[in-house]
C-alpha cells in the first residue's frame, strides 16, 4: 500500500476484493493579470471582511456527502471486479480489455498508463481493446457518472501488478536465480548479469506460475513513472490520420446502408405510407416498417436518403403535439409545491430560473450495424450500457440473450448520448424484417429532433439570512422527466439500495446521490419534481448538477451582494471543506478577482464539488454587445484527487467551459407544437472555436487520496461562472438559459 495515500472505504474495500483480483486477472491475463498591490488589496479587503462577519451556522452534510453516485457504483461492481482481462502476447504485447467506453474522454490513455506502469512495460506496448458486452459483469460494465476511473483504478492496477509478479516469477524460474533479484522495465524482465527476457518470451511461462515468488502489490505512488505525468493518447495519430474505426467504418459484408422516416412530431406513428416511387429508385434494397418509422436500405447511403425523401408519408401525431416551450415551463412551474408565506421579520432572497431542452449532439451521427439471422443476432455500435442493450434487443428480437452478441466500437463524443442505444434496437428491428444485415446511420436532424435531450427545468430557490448569516436554503427543482432506463437502477439495486423498500423513484435516488449544497448555509432543502412527457430526455453531462448547482451558485452570488460581502469571500467562509477553500483561493488569485474591468465586462465565479473532485471556474466576459457576450478569458482550479493524465483532465475541464458557455448564453432547443425546432449545428448554437477565450489557464491541485472522478465535475461551476460574469457585465440578473435563445 502506498504510505502516502488515504485509508477510507474505497481503499479498504480494494483489500477485500485484492486476493481474488490477482489471482484471477492473472490466470485470465496470461491465458490469452492584475496589478500586485490591487490584488493584494482585495486580499486583504477579502480577508478583513471574512475576519468581522459572524461565524456562519454550520450546515447540514447532503446524502452525497456519506455516499455519492460514484460510491454506489463501485459497490454494485465489486463483485465482479476481479473480471477483469489482462493478456500478454508472445508479440510481448500488453491488452487490457476495457469493459467500458471510449467516447474521447481519453479513458484508454488512462488505463493505458496505469497498466505500463504497474507492469513496467512501455506505454507502446499496451493495448485497450473494448470489450463485447459481458453479461456476467453484471453492473459493472455502465460508462457514466464519471466513474470509469473511479471504479477500475484499483483493479487495474491489481490485475497489473500481479501479471508482472508472475513474469518475474518465470524469469527466475528460467534463468534458475532468485525471484527477488530481478527487475522489470521496457516490456522485460532483467538480471543483474545484464541478461533479459522480453514480456512475450515469458508469457506462456507466466501463465502456469501458480505462486508468485514476489510481491503482486501495486507500487508505491513513488515508483511510478507515468501516472501523473501529462501524456499525450494513444489513439491520436489513429484518430486525426482516420485510422480510428467508429460504427460507420466498419466493413461488415453485405451491410446494406440505411436510414429512416421519421414522425413529423416526437413519438409520432405512422398513419399511411406509399413507397411505390421509393422502391423503383436506383439501388433501393427494401422498404421496411418500424415502430419509430420507415426504414429504406439501399446499395448507398445517398441513395437511401433520395430514396426517403420519396415516401409519400403521413404521421400521426405524437402524445405532446399540443405542447411548445411556453407549454413546458408554465407547466414546470406549476409543478412546484408553492414556498409557504414569505418571513415577517427575517430578510430572504427568491430566485427563480427556466433552462431550456439541451441536445447532446455528440460529432459522430448515432451509426449502428445489425446482422439478425434466425436464431441469433450480432451488432455493433458505441454502447455504455451494452448489458441492458443485448437483454432488450433480445427480448424484442424473440431471442435469448445469450444468442445476441453486442460488440462495442468506439465512439465520437457521447456526454450521456450513448447510455441510450435506440440505433441499435431499429438496426436489429430492421435487419431481422429484412432478412439481411443492415448499417442504420441517423442524419443529424434524427438526432436533434428524434434524439435525447437534458430535460427543460425550472429551479425556485429562497435563502433567509440575519446578521452576516445564511439561515435557510430551500432549492425545489422541476424537470421534465428524465428517462434513466439505461440500467443504473439496475446498478443501484446491486449496490444494495432498494428504492421501492426506501419509497423514492429511481430519479429521486439519483437526485439524492449527487444534489448536494457544498457550503453551509443554515438549513438546506432540496426537492426534485418531474413532470412526465412522453419525451425523449436522458442524462446530459453532469445530469442534476448542471442546473441545480448553476441556480445555487447564481444566488449564492446575488446573496453576497445582497448581504454586502464579496462573491469569493462569502463562498469561501461558508466552503465546509478544506480542499474546496483550495482551490477557490487558487482560482481567485491566478485569476486575479477583483481586477478592475471596462464597463461591460465583468468576471464571474463559480465553484462546485461531486464525485470526489472539486473544482472553480473564474471567467472574464465581454458584453459590451449583449446580443453577441464572449468569454475572454478562463482561469481553473481543481483537486480530483489523484490525477492518472493531467492532460486528459485539462481537456475535461477545458470541454466542459466549453459547455457552460453555450448552454448558458446560446445553445438550447424550442419545442414548436410537439417537434424540437433546431436540427443541425447551424441553429444549435453550441460553442465554436471562435467562442472559445483566447486565455485558459488551468491549476491542478497537488494528489490528494485517490482519483475522483472529472468527466461531469467542470459543467456546473463553468455554467455559473459564465452566468455571473454575465450578471455582474450587465448589471442584471439573467433568470432564463441559455440567454439568447
Not at 456526454?415 to 441499435?424: I, K, Q, S, T, V
Not at 483561493?585 to 464539488?609: F, K
Request: net charge neutral; aromatic share 6%; proline share 7%.
Amino acid at each position: 500500500m502506498d504510505p502516502t495515500e488515504t485509508t477510507g472505504r474505497r481503499r479498504f474495500l480494494t483489500y477485500l476484493l485484492a486476493a481474488p483480483t490477482l489471482t484471477v486477472a492473472a490466470r485470465l491475463g496470461l491465458d490469452a493579470a492584475a496589478p500586485a498591490s490591487a490584488q493584494a488589496a482585495v486580499r486583504a479587503a477579502a480577508a478583513a471582511q471574512e475576519a468581522a462577519a459572524p461565524r456562519q451556522l454550520l450546515g447540514l452534510p447532503g446524502v452525497p456527502d456519506v455516499l455519492d453516485l460514484g460510491d454506489a457504483l463501485i459497490l454494485a461492481g465489486l463483485p465482479t471486479a476481479h473480471l477483469l482481462v489482462l493478456e500478454i502476447t508472445p508479440a510481448g504485447r500488453a491488452a487490457l480489455y476495457l469493459p467500458r467506453l471510449e467516447v474521447g474522454q481519453g479513458l484508454t490513455t488512462a488505463i493505458a498508463m496505469l497498466v505500463a506502469d504497474e507492469l513496467d512495460a512501455r506505454l507502446t506496448d499496451v493495448d485497450v481493446p473494448l470489450c463485447d458486452g459481458r453479461p456476467e459483469l453484471l453492473f459493472n460494465q455502465l460508462t457514466g457518472g464519471s466513474n470509469s476511473v473511479r471504479s477500475l483504478y484499483d483493479p487495474v492496477r491489481a490485475a497489473a501488478a500481479a501479471a508482472r509478479a508472475r513474469l518475474v516469477t518465470a524469469a527466475a524460474q528460467r534463468w534458475n536465480v532468485p525471484a527477488g533479484g530481478l527487475r522489470t522495465a521496457d516490456t522485460a524482465v532483467l538480471a543483474p548479469d545484464g541478461r533479459r527476457l522480453g514480456f512475450g518470451e515469458l508469457a506462456a511461462d507466466a501463465a502456469a506460475v501458480v505462486a508468485p515468488a514476489v510481491p503482486a502489490t501495486p507500487k508505491p505512488a513513488d515508483q511510478r513513472r507515468l501516472v501523473g505525468k501529462p501524456t499525450g493518447r494513444i489513439d491520436a495519430r489513429d484518430i486525426v490520420t482516420g485510422r480510428a474505426e467508429y460504427a460507420g467504418d466498419l466493413q461488415i459484408p453485405g451491410a446494406a446502408p440505411t436510414v429512416v422516416a421519421r414522425p413529423t412530431t416526437v413519438n409520432g406513428t405512422l398513419k399511411s405510407l406509399d413507397a411505390s416511387v421509393a422502391r423503383t429508385m436506383p439501388g433501393v434494397l427494401a422498404v421496411v416498417r418500424i415502430p419509430s418509422g420507415v426504414a429504406v436500405l439501399a446499395e448507398t447511403f445517398d441513395q437511401a436518403l433520395k430514396a426517403r425523401d420519396a415516401l409519400r408519408t403521413s404521421w400521426n401525431p405524437g402524445p405532446v403535439a399540443n405542447l411548445s416551450t411556453a407549454d413546458v415551463r408554465a407547466q414546470l412551474r406549476a409543478a412546484h409545491a408553492p414556498f409557504p408565506l414569505p418571513p415577517l421579520i427575517t430578510p430572504y432572497l427568491d430566485g427563480e430560473f427556466d433552462f431550456a431542452f439541451v441536445n447532446h449532439a455528440p460529432m459522430e451521427v448515432l451509426t449502428a450495424v445489425a446482422d439478425v439471422r434466425p436464431g441469433r443476432a450480432e451488432l455493433w455500435f458505441a454502447a455504455q450500457s451494452p448489458i441492458i442493450a443485448q437483454q432488450t434487443i433480445a427480448a424484442e428480437l424473440g431471442l435469448p440473450q445469450s444468442a445476441v452478441t453486442v460488440h462495442v466500437v468506439r465512439g465520437g463524443g457521447s456526454f450521456g448520448r450513448r447510455l441510450f442505444f435506440d440505433a441499435a434496437l431499429e438496426a436489429a428491428l430492421i435487419s431481422q424484417a429484412a432478412g439481411r444485415p443492415v448499417k442504420l446511420m441517423w442524419t443529424r436532424n434524427d438526432d436533434m429532433r428524434h434524439g435525447r435531450m437534458r430535460p427543460a427545468s425550472h429551479h425556485r430557490i429562497r435563502a433567509t439570512y440575519g446578521p452576516g448569516q445564511v439561515l435557510t436554503w430551500e432549492h425545489r427543482a422541476a424537470t421534465v422527466r428524465t428517462d434513466l432506463s439505461h440500467g443504473l437502477g439496475e446498478a443501484l439495486s446491486g449496490a444494495g439500495l432498494n428504492l421501492s423498500v426506501a419509497g423514492i423513484s429511481l430519479a429521486q435516488a439519483l437526485f439524492l446521490l449527487t444534489e448536494k449544497n457544498p457550503y453551509d448555509v443554515g438549513i438546506p432543502t432540496q426537492l426534485l419534481a418531474e413532470l412526465p412527457l412522453q419525451l425523449h430526455t436522458g442524462s446530459w453531462r453532469s445530469v442534476y448538477s448542471g442546473t441545480v448547482r448553476v441556480a445555487d451558485e447564481i444566488m449564492m452570488d446575488e446573496l453576497a451582494r445582497r448581504m454586502g460581502q464579496d462573491e469569493v469571500a462569502f463562498r469561501r467562509a461558508r466552503l465546509r471543506d478544506a480542499a474546496g477553500q483550495a482551490v477557490l483561493d487558487t482560482v481567485a488569485r491566478a485569476g486575479g478577482w477583483g481586477r478592475p474591468m471596462p464597463a461591460g465586462q465583468a468576471q464571474g465565479v463559480g465553484y462546485h464539488d461531486e464525485n470526489g473532485g472539486r473544482v472553480a471556474y473564474l471567467v472574464e466576459l465581454d458584453a459590451t454587445d449583449r446580443a453577441a457576450p464572449r468569454v475572454t478569458k478562463a482561469v481553473i482550479a481543481a483537486d480530483v484527487g489523484q490525477v492518472i493524465n493531467p492532460r486528459g483532465l485539462e481537456a475535461q475541464l477545458t470541454g466542459a467551459l466549453s459547455d457552460g458557455i453555450s448552454v448558458i448564453l446560446q445553445a438550447g432547443n424550442h419545442l414548436d407544437n410537439g417537434a424540437f425546432r433546431e436540427g443541425s449545428y447551424a441553429d444549435f448554437h453550441y460553442a465554436r472555436q471562435c467562442d472559445t477565450p483566447p486565455t485558459v489557464e488551468i491549476h491542478l491541485m497537488p494528489p490528494s487520496g485517490s482519483p475522483g472522478g472529472a468527466g461531469e465535475l467542470g459543467v456546473p461551476a463553468a455554467s455559473a461562472a459564465v452566468a455571473n460574469a454575465y450578471a455582474r457585465a450587465t448589471g442584471t440578473s439573467p433568470r432564463s438559459f441559455p440567454i439568447n435563445f
